[in-house]
């Protein structure tokens, strides 16, 4: 069956980065975009950006772009999410998702996700 | 950016209740919206995509309607699993937004 599981939570300074893992199984890892989003304690949700795996693209949230970093790794078929200069609005509980159809055809769908990683940002 | 309105923002029924919950975008989407059930500490859940279709596996209870810039959720026949906030999403334009979500309780 699908799985997405990720890394576990993080408790970052001001100014840091963190990279959350998202390490999927049950599926062809090439074949569906992965999607990052993100919610704050009591908030809603936010989008953050894809990655295209068989295209090898990404399409960022202009809000974090120079911020942020999504990549892969196709042996292990992990996906990765990095954001950098980390502040206290960075803190969120952090979701990968599958995008539900092949090659794009799902995009903006997201049928699978994983458990969340909280990353707390805090001096 | 779509922005994206729900209401109410939260409502309380009885089991076995109609619940309906409406969701505008702020521009012409189409029939790309979304809606997603959230229980407390778990990830989204995909009810219904194309603003009307059930996603697979989801009971027949749920149903979403709509087009353009005005859509509905409804749960016929509420039951207590069904305690979850619910979200819209529209997936027209990058980049994708949410709806601020309607909380739903049990009288």
């Known amino acids: 069956q699908v799985q997405l599981v990720q890394s576990g939570g993080e408790v970052k300074k001001p100014g840091a980065s963190v990279k959350v893992s998202c390490k999927t199984s049950?599926?062809?890892?090439?074949?569906?975009?992965i999607t990052w989003l993100r919610q704050a304690p009591g908030q809603g949700l936010e989008w953050m950006g894809w990655i295209s795996i068989y295209k090898g693209n990404t399409n960022y949230a202009k809000r974090l772009q120079g911020r942020i970093t999504m990549t892969t790794d196709t042996s292990t078929s992990t996906a990765y999410m990095e954001l950098r200069s980390l502040t206290s609005d960075d803190t969120a509980v952090y979701y990968c998702?599958?995008?539900?159809?092949?090659?794009?055809?799902?995009?903006?769908?997201?049928?699978?996700w994983g458990q969340g990683t909280l990353v707390t940002v805090s001096s | 950016d779509i922005q994206m309105t729900q209401s109410p923002s939260s409502l309380s029924a009885s089991v076995g209740d109609r619940v309906t919950i409406t969701c505008q975008a702020s521009q012409d989407i189409s029939d790309s919206l979304n809606w997603y059930q959230q229980k407390p500490g778990k990830a989204p859940k995909l009810l219904i995509y194309d603003a009307s279709k059930l996603e697979i596996g989801v009971p027949s209870r749920f149903s979403g309607s709509g087009s353009g810039t005005d859509f509905s959720f409804t749960i016929s026949g509420l039951q207590p699993e069904d305690i979850a906030t619910y979200y819209c999403?529209?997936?027209?334009?990058?980049?994708?937004?949410f709806g601020p979500g309607t909380k739903v309780h049990v009288k």
């Open positions: 049950g599926y062809m890892f090439n074949t569906y975009d």
């Open positions: 999403q529209q997936y027209d334009n990058v980049p994708f937004t």
């Open positions: 998702a599958r995008d539900s159809g092949p090659y794009g055809s799902g995009r903006g769908r997201f049928d699978y």
